[in-house]
């Protein structure tokens, strides 16, 4: 099964300043999820966006998901040090035999610094 | 990562040695999940389990055996590991239902459990 790619593979940034990671992929998706991960730490849900929804907020995130570009985008506003972690992407195929699980992608390192 | 626990957290263990894995979620879901990170790799998932029945394994080594006594807990026993096999093992949970399938919205995790093997 697919996974997503996510790029750039690592970004840093000075504190207040804005993150965006992108992530694409290849075949048809029910959802894409964006997870994020502290070092050795265990991966911590951010947001949900379905197939049918091309925008949504939590916070200070923002998700965009273009189906036609097989695209999403994570935008963290107004970083904060405490945002330096490993964001990955997650795609829930749609259909198909492997129906419920997600395939996750390499993520990007995000540092944030004070 | 609250709400799905992992223990032990470290392990070392030599290529003879048998040990296990045990993760045990406080959620009330039915689905559970074995991830192998490792370095400069993707998440690689392992098993699934849901209600109790594995669903998935994904060409996993007869080295890793799960067990899913019930839907809380999970196992994944070890045994005659090879060093490349040490990484972090995650442990994951989602609520499941609808008839011919099971939904995984959003999964949560354990905090893992570092394995090395000598």
């Known amino acids: 099964s697919q996974q997503g790619e996510e790029d750039p593979q690592a970004l840093s940034i000075q504190e207040g300043e804005n993150a965006t990671m992108n992530c694409s992929y290849k075949t048809s998706i029910n959802n894409l999820q964006w997870y994020r991960q502290n070092s050795g730490r265990g991966l911590v849900h951010l947001i949900l966006?379905?197939?049918?929804?091309r925008e949504k907020h939590s916070g200070r995130l923002r998700v965009t998901l273009d189906t036609s570009k097989k695209s999403s985008s994570l935008l963290i506003t107004a970083s904060r040090a405490a945002d330096t972690a490993s964001y990955f992407c997650?795609?829930?195929?749609?259909?198909?035999?492997?129906?419920?699980?997600?395939?996750f992608g390499q993520g990007t390192i995000l540092t944030v610094h004070p | 990562e609250t709400g799905v626990t992992q223990t032990p957290r470290h392990l070392v263990m030599g290529m003879t040695n048998k040990k296990s894995l045990k993760c045990e979620q406080h959620?009330?879901?039915?689905?559970m999940y074995w991830y192998k990170q490792s370095a400069k790799k993707p998440l690689e998932l392992m098993f699934v389990y849901n209600f109790k029945e594995q669903t998935e394994n994904n060409s996993v080594p007869s080295r890793f055996s799960p067990e899913c006594p019930n839907s809380s807990h999970l196992f994944l026993h070890l045994h005659t590991l090879q060093p490349e096999d040490s990484a972090l093992y995650l442990c994951?949970?989602?609520?499941?239902?609808?008839?011919?399938?099971?939904?995984?919205?959003?999964?949560?995790f354990g905090p893992g459990t570092r394995l090395t093997v000598l």
């Open positions: 994951a949970s989602s609520r499941a239902g609808g008839s011919g399938g099971f939904r995984t919205d959003t999964q949560y």
């Open positions: 966006i379905r197939s049918n929804e």
């Open positions: 959620l009330g879901h039915n689905a």
């Open positions: 997650a795609l829930r195929n749609a259909g198909g035999t492997s129906y419920g699980k997600l395939t």
